[in-house]
């Protein structure tokens, strides 16, 4: 087991009152694992992070990476790469230049300088930094400084990697190298990931294992597609076209909407969640459709027929998976609402287990 968390919790007090930024929280990530961790600000991610990688020591309960417990700081800092979103690069020696930034933690983690030089050498160039190697930190740019974070972290191939944010400040390109390159030590170096971002089709590209923190607990743990699923029921995604009203002669036709809302409840059994007009001038509209009342493959059906007995033209009807973000703050809500006192009934119907990983 590459990770270990039982009973953790952490209590800070702040103006006098007790906040609880982890509250008793267990739970175990297999080796090799790249597992994505979510949740709102404030949610206790940063605070279970820095814990893991030592900087926090923990109120109550005990944590083990690699059969180490977090207690013995120096041993975890040999195996642990850590993350942690700044934008400043805060954490490097700003009058030091790069290449002497990346040597010295190389070096502390135990490295040889040849071996470190190397590796230092081989990430630079991965990441277009070679020209930048000799330039101070402080004269980097934010993006430029948050490779060098990253660059940090893998230098000395650690067993596990703490990433908070570890993308913040990339341009699109550097985010998709980064990607790829943590996909590779995670496939080719069995490297176990635990990723913290709020860049949410990062996440759902790469982690096989989704974990929800609200409020210091574990509200879910599952698959990154069964949350989507469990949340958010999927949509029908629909493009179409109705001719023009008898009475709009030449000029452009507004769907009446509370019309169409009420033919679709009627003869699908389903809701209109959005509709927008996609092509005013040839009366084309764009709509996602929730289905209530039948399932996903009917409800196309009828609202097919509906479409083509107004006379009007089908150019695209297929299910929508919702998005990982779409789910995440849906999510969000409905465990807002099941915390009122008022929302028992809700509840029952919205919470679901947690599902741990087999071990």
Request: hydrophobic share 40%; proline share 5%.
């Given at each position: ?262 033919l679709v409840r009627d003869s699908a059994g389903a809701e209109v ?75 029952e119907i919205f919470t679901f287990p947690i599902q741990e990983e087999d071990v």
């Amino acid at each position: 087991m590459s990770i270990e968390i039982e009973s953790l919790s952490k209590q800070f007090t702040k103006k006098g009152k007790e906040i609880n930024a982890l509250d008793d929280i267990s739970l175990k990530i297999k080796e090799g694992s790249f597992v994505g961790l979510l949740g709102p600000n404030g949610a206790g991610k940063t605070t279970l992070t820095k814990i893991l990688t030592t900087l926090l020591l923990p109120s109550c309960g005990e944590a083990y990476i690699d059969g180490i417990s977090i207690k013995e700081d120096k041993k975890i800092r040999q195996i642990v790469g850590a993350v942690f979103g700044e934008t400043g690069g805060r954490s490097l020696y700003y009058r030091l230049s790069v290449l002497d930034n990346l040597m010295f933690y190389g070096t502390l983690s135990g490295l040889s300088k040849p071996v470190a030089k190397k590796r230092i050498q081989s990430l630079l160039n991965y990441f277009d930094l070679e020209e930048k190697k000799n330039a101070l930190v402080m004269k980097l740019s934010t993006g430029m400084k948050a490779k060098v974070l990253l660059i940090r972290s893998l230098v000395p191939f650690p067993k596990v990697l703490l990433l908070d944010e570890p993308t913040l400040g990339f341009d699109a390109e550097s985010s998709e190298k980064a990607k790829d390159l943590l996909n590779e030590f995670n496939r080719e170096f069995g490297t176990t990931i635990l990723l913290t971002s709020h860049n949410f089709p990062e996440i759902d590209e790469l982690t096989s294992r989704l974990i929800l923190i609200d409020s210091g607990k574990i509200v879910q743990d599952c698959a990154p597609g069964v949350f989507k699923q469990k949340v958010i029921q999927e949509y029908i995604h629909l493009i179409f076209s109705l001719p023009p009203l008898p009475s709009d002669g030449f000029k452009m036709s507004q769907l009446p909407t509370e019309i169409f809302k009420k033919l679709v409840r009627d003869s699908a059994g389903a809701e209109v969640t959005s509709l927008k007009e996609k092509d005013g001038l040839n009366f084309v509209y764009e709509v996602t459709i929730q289905p209530i009342k039948y399932p996903l493959n009917e409800t196309i059906s009828r609202i097919t027929v509906l479409i083509l007995r107004a006379s009007g033209e089908i150019y695209k009807i297929a299910p929508y998976m919702p998005s990982l973000k779409e789910s995440f703050l849906a999510f969000l809500a409905m465990n807002k609402t099941n915390s009122a006192p008022e929302s028992e009934a809700k509840e029952e119907i919205f919470t679901f287990p947690i599902q741990e990983e087999d071990v």
